[in-house]
Nanobody, 127 residues
Framework: QGELVESGGGLVQTGGSLTLSCVASLHGFSTYAMAWFRQAPGLEREFVAAINWAGNTYQSDSVEGRFTISRSDAKNTVFLHMNSLKPEDTAVYYC?????????????????????WGQGTQVAVSS
């Protein structure tokens, strides 16, 4: 209970695409809000995207229009589809899960509210 496993990271050229996956061992997965955060060397962990139990999505300004978050409740999986990748997207990407009660989109951007975290998957974008 509470294990999140990310996959799909790797090395890609500028302008390329990757899709990250996060499989969650969570009872009642469909009631959880899910999110992706990232952390580059020497920087704090930052919000990337979130999706709540109803399927509403939120993205940071830095990835708006390039990244899309989605979920499959049937597979207990959340995805991060990343297009038009830039070198500044290079980071370790973490999956996070927030159990009910449900929170607003603004609050979902705060790492402190999440109950479970994955171990991360590395994304590197070469220039």
């Amino acid at each position: 209970q509470g294990e999140l496993v990310e996959s799909g990271g790797g090395l890609v050229q500028t302008g390329g695409s990757l899709t990250l996956s996060c499989v969650a061992s969570l009872h009642g997965f469909s009631t959880y809000a899910m999110a992706w955060f990232r952390q580059a060397p020497g920087l704090e962990r930052e919000f990337v995207a979130a999706i709540n139990w109803a399927g509403n999505t939120y993205q940071s300004d830095s990835v708006e229009g390039r990244f899309t978050i989605s979920r499959s409740d049937a597979k207990n999986t959340v995805f991060l589809h990343m297009n038009s990748l830039k070198p500044e997207d290079t980071a370790v990407y973490y999956c996070a899960a927030k159990r009910p009660p449900h929170m607003s989109g603004v609050m979902l951007q705060s790492a402190r509210i999440y109950n479970y975290w994955g171990q991360g998957t590395q994304v590197a974008v070469s220039s």
